[in-house]
């Protein structure tokens, strides 16, 4: 019979082995603890730390603490982190069809947007792979409206104002509309406003809300103009070294965070537009004669996005169309 000193050794060394094959992965994300999609991030590891026992333990790091927005990507295709999560249309400069869920006025709603990424998203995930990094899943953010600190209802009445973009789309848009492009990421969007680096974005409601920009901006105008995607994604070299079950958990983590990110921005769409009218803003549709500019800037802006897709691109946008 073993000893129960002897029990006592086996016990320590096996609770060693198992610490020294266990891993742990941190998790860059660019927003806010309390936004929907560093949430459902942080439910999305707590179902991988759990359902691997302890094996994969993935811990999220919100607001840029550890990476800024604009590293994240970088950063777990180089291994610097193994995973994250990151605004696909913020990299559209590198692959134009990281954008494609930024076409101006392409999609309005969710149904519809929806449709758009199950033609898209073998493409997006593609696209990744040859960056090194393995598609786990994404959430889209609520319909973009835009943001200002003034009443406008004319193009012209955009002229001269500096805009906060995030993307080359949006940096575009600006351009066109004649208002000045200010690269501001969301970690960094308060002290912007504050400070008058920005003076105008565009973006859902739920950015809006999470920064309190009522304390800076006016106006909200629901626009609808897209809904852009947040990606999440694992360093493909670290995704291949999991074993086969490790990968079926995350795997089914990852469905399950896609289907909870988009019921919790759906709820949050209406939540958000009501937090920024308590807040003090005007909240109201936008005005005919605005919408009917801001569409004519997009229908330039597809075009321009179809000529650097190329016919990857152009076969996504008619196969939308085509089932419409």
Known sequence: MKTPATLLAATALATLATAASAEKWDMPMAYAATNFHSEVGANFAQCVTDGTGGELEIV?????????????????????????????????????????????????????????????????????????????????????????????????????????????????????????????????????????????????????????????????????????????????????????????VVTDCAEQAAAEGLERSKDYTEFTLNGLEEGGMTVTRAGDELVAGLKEIGETMTEEWLEQAGDEGRAIVEEYKGGM
């Open 60 to 248: 999220t790091h919100p607001s840029g603490s550890l990476f800024g927005g604009a590293e994240i990507k970088r950063a777990v295709q180089t291994g610097q982190a193994n995973i994250g999560e990151r605004l696909m249309s913020a990299h559209q400069n590198e692959n134009p069809l990281y954008g494609v869920d930024s076409i101006p006025f392409l999609v309005s709603s969710f149904d519809e947007h929806e449709k758009l990424w199950s033609i898209a998203q073998p493409a997006v995930a593609e696209a990744l792979a040859e960056d090194n990094l393995h598609y786990l899943y994404s959430v889209p953010w609520p319909p973009q409206g835009l943001y200002m600190n003034k009443e406008v209802s004319t193009l012209d009445d955009l002229k001269g104002v500096k805009f906060r973009s995030y993307s080359a789309a949006t940096a575009r848009m600006a351009e066109l509309t004649g208002m000045i492009p200010v690269q501001v990421e969301a970690a960094e969007l308060s002290q912007a406003l504050a400070t008058g680096v920005a003076e105008s974005f565009i973006s859902s409601g739920a950015t809006g809300y999470d920064r309190k920009v009522w304390e800076h901006l006016s106006h909200f105008y629901e626009v609808d103009a897209w809904l852009p995607r947040n990606a999440v994604f694992v360093n493909m070299d670290a995704w291949n070294r999991l074993d086969d079950a490790t990968r079926d």
